[in-house]
């Protein structure tokens, strides 16, 4: 089967080891995302998306989300949620997302009734407008 190559985007980490299988070429030990959906603080810390599905699988109350990077200070995050949102929901949600994010960045939450997804069809759920 042939390889073929491009450019995917994507940030991962080299295993220190081969493959178990024998055919000593470079494999990874996992998978990080793809450079838009990786959010860059000011400070350079790097998020990758996945740390924003372990916040918001634990949040039942939330049926979608997207987190837009602006800025390297700001985010913002769209939530589809059927019912309004209790307050210590809300507060909760805000504390996780800032320890992730760290004091600096600033939050701002918008609700909408549906977030709409890319032309390719994926709904993409991390995304950065700030090139590193």
């Given at each position: 089967m042939p390889l073929i190559?491009?450019?995917?985007?994507?940030?991962?980490v080299p295993a220190a080891a081969p493959c178990a299988c024998g055919r000593g070429?470079?494999?990874?030990?996992?998978i990080?995302?793809?450079?838009n959906d990786l959010i860059i603080t000011g400070e350079g810390k790097r998020i990758p998306s996945v740390r924003f599905y372990t916040i918001f699988e634990t949040h039942t109350a939330i049926r979608?989300?997207?987190v837009e990077q602006t800025?390297?200070?700001?985010?913002?995050?769209?939530?589809?949620?059927?019912r309004p949102l209790a307050p210590a929901e809300f507060d909760r949600l805000?504390?996780?997302?800032?320890?992730?994010l760290g004091e600096r960045v600033r939050l701002e939450f918008a609700f909408v009734d549906v977030i709409s997804p890319e032309p390719s069809g994926k709904l993409r759920n991390v995304i950065s407008l700030v090139r590193s």
């Open positions: 190559r491009y450019d995917l985007g994507d940030y991962a070429l470079p494999s990874l030990a996992r990080l995302g793809r450079t979608q989300f997207q800025a390297p200070d700001a985010v913002q995050v769209r939530l589809v949620v059927p805000r504390v996780e997302l800032t320890r992730f």
